[in-house]
Nanobody, 123 residues
């Protein structure tokens, strides 16, 4: 079946950087818009960033705009989230997701999800 596997999470000090990667398999990657979401304990899963199927369009939550960058590599079937200038409020489990439709910010639009990777930012 389709698999999305995130990696790259960890513990980092405020102001630091992390790069999250999401490897996909059994998916025609180029047919899917990709997104990143995050979920802190006791909170809803929130949109972080999305990239179109062609990779030509990206969209970010206001809270991460200017600090995070989403990109995709269709040759490797992967999507990456580069996170710079991390803040303690960025602490959450981060999930990648695949959407056969257009780029979207709502969780309901996404067809497949990874299992998540934890990012912890210390102050």
């Amino acid at each position: 079946q389709v698999q999305l596997v995130e990696s790259g999470g960890g513990l980092v000090q405020a102001g630091g950087s992390l790069s999250l990667s999401c490897a996909t398999s059994r998916l025609t990657f180029s047919n899917y818009a990709m997104g990143w979401f995050r979920q802190a304990p006791g909170k809803e899963r929130d949109f972080v960033a999305a990239i179109s199927r062609a990779g030509s369009t990206t969209y970010y939550a206001d809270s991460v705009k200017g600090r995070f960058t989403i990109s995709r590599d269709d040759a490797k079937n992967t999507v990456t989230l580069q996170m710079n200038s991390l803040k303690p409020e960025d602490t959450a489990a981060y999930y990648c997701a695949a959407n056969r439709g257009s780029m979207a910010t709502g969780t309901a639009a996404y067809d497949y999800w990874g299992q998540g990777t934890q990012v912890t930012v210390s102050s």
